[in-house]
């Protein structure tokens, strides 16, 4: 089992561009969530969500921030006109039905935008 | 509002010492309680949570309600314990951090 995958593992974006990361949940797994990370803090829940359905997305930021689980295919966070202040890490778990707290981790997006 | 407060940054302490991680949080209902830990070029994964009163590899952690504290205690510290270290609290299905403590053990 190869675990939660996430890539690409850095992103380097021009400010206005888009960016797009994936995460791949573990087999078996149903669940997943976002987090980001800016420098110096601790990790900030931003969405969760089930296939085809955002059950949460308290954390996201309003406007340019988009996330979607579709039936097929892995999880996408995608950040349209990205701005300096999107740099951060961004991390995606997984977790089974009804594990409330079970999380897998994947190894993170680092975007940097220039 | 939640809120966990891990106030120490950076910690150095040598093979063979005690070592403990502060955190605080501040939560008006039931707490669950986590401490995370992410190793050198590895991803971020659970060491321990409160509710299963466990020791992984010789830690432990005291949920103390009256000073909202779980603190992470290890009465010796190994080379390998070097990582960094996360609390968290959780509410339902999501998790709240703190700022992380990066542990440095010396030979």
């Known amino acids: 089992n190869a675990g939660v995958m996430q890539n690409p593992r850095h992103l380097v974006r021009r400010r206005g561009q888009e960016a797009r990361l994936r995460c791949s949940p573990m087999?078996?797994?149903?669940?997943v969530y976002w987090y980001r990370q800016l420098p110096e803090e601790g990790l900030k829940f931003m969405v969760y969500l089930q296939k085809e359905n955002i059950i949460d997305e308290s954390g996201m930021p309003k406007e340019r921030f988009s996330a979607e689980f579709p039936k097929e295919g892995p999880s996408i966070l995608r950040i349209q006109q990205v701005v300096r202040g999107d740099s951060a890490a961004y991390f995606c778990?997984?977790?089974?039905?009804?594990?409330?707290?079970?999380?897998?981790f994947g190894s993170g997006t680092r975007l940097t935008v220039v | 509002a939640q809120r966990v407060t891990q106030p120490e940054k950076l910690l150095s302490v040598f093979k063979g010492a005690p070592v403990e991680l502060k955190c605080n949080y501040s939560y008006s209902g039931s707490p669950e309680l986590f401490w995370y830990v992410q190793y050198s070029r590895q991803r971020l994964q659970l060491l321990l949570r409160?509710?299963s009163r466990e020791s992984i590899k010789g830690f432990t952690a005291d949920l103390n309600k009256g000073e909202t504290s779980f603190h992470l205690k290890k009465p010796f510290a190994q080379e390998e314990d070097s990582a960094m270290y996360y609390c968290a609290l959780g509410n339902d299905y999501k998790l709240s951090f703190g700022a992380g403590t990066t542990v440095t053990v010396r030979a």
């Open positions: 778990a997984s977790s089974r039905e009804g594990d409330g707290y079970g999380y897998t």
């Open positions: 409160h509710i």
């Open positions: 087999k078996g797994h149903s669940h």
